[in-house]
């Protein structure tokens, strides 16, 4: 048996024991549970007993408060306070049913039924109580007969408890007795697995491990110092220990075979150091710049002369690149770039023979390309020269130009800003005239409506004479009946006749006034029609005054803002020319550095052509420069056309644009 599984043996006995007492206390813990569930059970039943006979005591002294109660009103709380607690009964039974073992069931249908008497007599005493009287809630509960019901319905209670606490105390016991038993019979399984558990677990470690482990061990301390002649032990065991012997043997055996091997490396080792030292000669040379040193001994080995060859096959290519390349670098001194590298390389010096003549081919290319370019720099720096010395002489009198526009403008911008100005008084001069219409029309508008007022009145006044002339004529009426009246009461009515008749005479006379007044106020209204007419074209006339104030208000508004926007302008443009002024004064001095530039760069492009002429390229010779000069029409000048722009814009064509059209484009 292997190692391996002498340890899953011994992992196993442990294993089996742990299970042994994992399944023990798994048996433990279900049981404990099962105890503890009834335990809970019976206490929960023996509270709701307790807590039963509470509101049982709960509703017996809400009844004895509804008993001395003064009214049916102060005996009301009570009464609620016992319908309370017959809930709370009900309720207490529905939680206590599912808890009731099959044992108990019979007394426990006494105590619902006990429960549900005492649940009618009592909502019977809180009726009584708030229908009728404290007193008949007195005498109907308050007798010897209810409270020995009452007892007996509290005794089956306490006979259930006492029943559930009984079992209680049995439980307990069991609790107890089962504990102790686990108990015991966990630290005997426990106590017998380890000790098999260690008897095998020693047996395996000392007799099948630890021992034959310390015998191999010895035997590779015995190796390791030298000793090849021990013999190993274990070589034919079928497990980790008997692969350790074989182990050890193998290493045995390759030590015999090292020993050996040394021998011959040590004679080796001494042609490689002869080796490594010719090496270092033909090295050193090679360093020095000396490419013709060679490897000439025989050293009675096949690699270690094919190495030697190898170096001297080295140096000889070396040797070769290098010959070939100063010969190609003399004749580049010499401004031949038409030479290559000639010759079969490889690796590095290959490389070294491609760049080479790729470099030599790139810079007869690239000389080609400068002697041409330096012939075309020659020839346009010979017209750059004379276009700036052209153009120095055409910016100076620009500048000048540009300084007497400059004044003109500030002239121009002074005109227009006083016509804004002027503008803008104007502007708040009509402003004061259109609030003044406004008022006007807003006074006219009250007299119309003033005016209406007094037609209104008028025609009120009106509807009064009419009511007085009424009145004036039901009192004629009336004194003509009291004259009547009076003419038949014979003498004894005279004096009555005579106040009848002066009653009538004032009556008529105010019936006249009335008509007078009528027809004055009738004249009134009309000419009051009249006014109202004439005051209402007023409004019209006065309106339309204020709507053509208004639109001359709105044209001078619009014209003094375009004549602030032309002024703005004016101004801009006057720091534009100001602008392009100092430019033009430094685009001057620039020329001037530009155009000593220019004649310093054609010395310089004749010296690079000088230089570029002594070198020799395939199918060309060095060629003399060429000096070439042309002439080139002047650009139109931006700034000159935006000047006579202006200049006729404000001076109409004159003096200005005419000088604008004499300046030279530059």
Do not use: C
Not at 285 to 302: E, L
């Amino acid at each position: 048996m292997k190692i391996r599984g002498k340890i899953f043996l011994v992992v196993g006995v442990m294993g089996t024991v742990s299970v042994l007492i994992a399944g023990i206390a798994l048996g433990v813990v279900f049981g404990y549970g099962e105890q503890l569930r009834k335990y809970e059970n019976a206490s929960e039943r023996a509270f709701l007993g307790e807590h039963l006979n509470r509101q049982v005591t709960a509703v017996v002294m809400d009844a004895r408060g509804i008993y001395a109660s003064p009214s049916t009103e102060k005996a009301a709380k009570f009464a609620s306070s016992v319908l309370e607690s017959l809930d709370a009964i009900d309720g207490t039974l529905a939680s206590w049913r599912p808890l009731v073992p099959a044992s108990q069931a019979a007394a426990f249908e006494k105590v619902v039924a006990g429960a549900g008497e005492f649940r009618k007599f009592r909502a019977e005493t809180a009726r009584l109580g708030t229908e009728v009287s404290p007193e008949a809630a007195n005498a109907q509960g308050n007798n010897e007969d209810n409270r020995a019901n009452r007892k007996a319905f509290q005794a089956e209670i306490d006979g259930v408890v006492q029943t559930d606490r009984d079992n209680l105390d049995a439980i307990k016991a069991s609790i107890a007795q089962f504990k102790q038993a686990m108990l015991i019979l966990v630290l005997a399984t426990a106590g017998i697995g380890l000790s098999i558990g260690i008897a095998v677990a020693y047996f395996f470690a000392t007799r099948q491990l630890s021992g034959p482990i310390q015998n191999v061990t010895r035997t590779m301390s015995e190796l390791v110092s030298g000793n090849l002649n021990v013999v190993v032990p274990y070589e034919g065991r079928q497990d980790e220990i008997g692969e350790m012997a074989a182990a050890v043997s193998v290493f045995r055996q390759n030590a015999i075979d090292t020993r050996k091997l040394n021998a011959q490396e040590l004679a080796l080792r001494e042609k490689s150091s002869d080796l490594q030292d010719s090496i270092g000669v033909v090295v050193n040379a090679a360093a020095a710049g000396d490419f013709s040193s060679r490897i000439t001994k025989d050293y009675d080995n096949a690699d270690l002369n094919l190495f030697a060859a190898s170096v001297n096959e080295l140096v000889a290519g070396i040797d070769t690149a290098v010959t070939e390349t100063q010969r190609v670098i003399a004749q580049l001194a010499q401004g031949n770039l038409t030479d290559t590298m000639n010759g079969e390389f490889r690796g590095a010096l290959g490389e070294l023979q491609g760049n080479v003549n790729s470099a030599l081919a790139t810079l007869q290319a690239t000389m080609i390309d400068v002697r041409g370019s330096s012939d075309s720099v020659n020839a346009s720096t010979n017209e750059l020269r004379g276009a700036s010395d052209d153009l120095s002489r055409r910016t100076e009198q620009q500048a000048a130009s540009l300084e007497e526009t400059s004044a003109a403008l500030d002239q121009i911008t002074a005109a227009v800003k006083n016509s804004t100005d002027r503008a803008q008084e104007a502007t708040t001069m009509v402003a004061g005239a259109t609030q003044s219409t406004k008022q006007s029309g807003e006074v006219v508008r009250n007299a119309v409506q003033a005016m209406g007022r007094i037609e209104s009145a008028s025609n009120e006044i009106s509807k009064i004479i009419n009511v007085i002339d009424e009145i004036a004529f039901q009192t004629n009426l009336l004194a003509l009946n009291a004259g009547v009246e009076a003419a038949r009461a014979g003498e004894a009515g005279r004096g009555f006749a005579v106040v009848a008749q002066e009653v009538r005479e004032l009556a008529q006379r105010a019936a006249s006034a009335a008509k007078d007044i009528k027809g004055l106020i009738h004249k009134s209204g009309e000419e009051v029609k009249v006014g109202v007419r004439h005051v209402q074209e007023t409004g019209t006339s006065l309106s339309d005054i204020e709507e053509r104030v208004l639109r001359i208000n709105e044209h001078i508004n619009e014209i003094a803002t375009a004549a602030r926007e032309q002024s703005l302008g004016l101004q801009e443009v006057s720091v534009a020319i100001n602008q392009m002024d100092q430019v033009t004064q430094h685009n001057a001095a620039m020329v001037e550095e530009m155009s000593a530039a220019t004649h310093k760069l054609g010395e310089e492009s004749a010296n690079l052509a000088g230089m570029v002429s002594r070198f020799r390229v395939s199918g060309s010779q060095g060629r003399p420069v060429a000096a070439v000069a042309q002439s080139h029409r002047p650009v139109a000048s931006p700034a000159r056309s935006m000047v006579v722009k202006v200049s006729r814009a404000f001076a109409g064509g004159g003096s200005s644009a005419a000088a604008a059209d004499n300046w030279e484009d530059f």
